[in-house]
């Protein structure tokens, strides 16, 4: 009996240390396509085809799952940072980090309604980066750095909970990944993309090739991410 309970007990923190010590290769990268927007900023999906905003212009593009351009949203806003589309209401809501908004939009580019984000923000440039819809349709948005923050909304754009990341030199886009029940996040200076729990913690890492990754959303198997440095999207497979 203490010999089998000794064998069991090795193999079970064997077995443990196995997954704990697990390595995250580098995510499978299915094709990339430059686009014709710029300053990329954020990504979302209504599960027909994929939305874009521009940092650089305040549009929204819609575009197809392998990247062709359908239309341009236009708007007046000015420095967004993320975009999450909103089936509920078939609206968009963005952030825009200079002047710590929350933008609910139609699909005319008429601003429907304004928030301005309490919470800590340092510089200028290091606010609020990336916006999704979690779960029960919450609300979710990232804080950049200084300091790092998932900040979980209610109804009224009000911050219910704050949580600290601490992973990555800084958080650049967030989705959602309702089959999972996660999160997915990416960031520009690490250069890397991690599936973190509700809580906000780090489940896995990944490496992708991808200079200055400004967002990220699903669907289906896989992952798209757009480059503000290069105007790409780049398309991989989710992993297992």
């Not at 290769?25 to 900023?41: D, G, M, R, W």
């Not at 002047?99 to 340092?122: D, M, Y």
């Not at 998932?150 to 886009?173: E, R, V, W």
């Amino acid at each position: 009996m203490g010999r089998t309970y000794l064998f069991s007990t090795f193999l079970v923190f064997t077995l443990v240390g196995c997954f704990s010590q697990k390595k995250h290769p580098k995510l499978t990268l299915v094709k990339s396509v430059q686009l014709p927007i710029k300053e990329p900023s954020g990504i979302t999906t209504n599960n027909t085809s994929l939305f874009i905003v521009s940092d650089k212009t305040g549009s929204i593009f819609e575009v197809s799952f392998n990247g062709e351009l359908i239309r341009e949203i236009k708007s007046k806003l000015k420095d967004l940072e993320g975009i999450a589309f909103e089936f509920s209401t078939n609206s968009f809501w963005v952030v825009s980090e200079s002047s710590r908004k929350l933008i609910q939009l139609n699909f005319s580019g008429k601003v429907l309604q304004k928030h301005k984000i309490k919470g800590e923000q340092h510089r200028k440039n290091n606010g609020l980066e990336g916006v999704c819809f979690g779960p029960n349709n919450t609300l979710v948005c990232i804080n950049e750095k200084q300091p790092k923050q998932l900040l979980k909304l209610n109804k009224a754009a009000q911050i219910t909970k704050t949580l600290k990341l601490k992973f990555g030199n800084d958080i650049s886009g967030i989705c959602y990944d309702a089959v999972l029940k996660c999160f997915w996040v990416v960031s520009d200076e690490s250069q890397k993309v991690y599936q973190i729990t509700q809580q906000g913690k780090k489940v896995a890492s990944y490496s992708i090739a991808v200079k200055k990754p400004e967002g990220i959303t699903l669907y289906k198997n896989r992952i798209f991410i757009v480059s503000d440095y290069n105007e790409k999207l780049y398309i991989f497979k989710k992993p297992e």
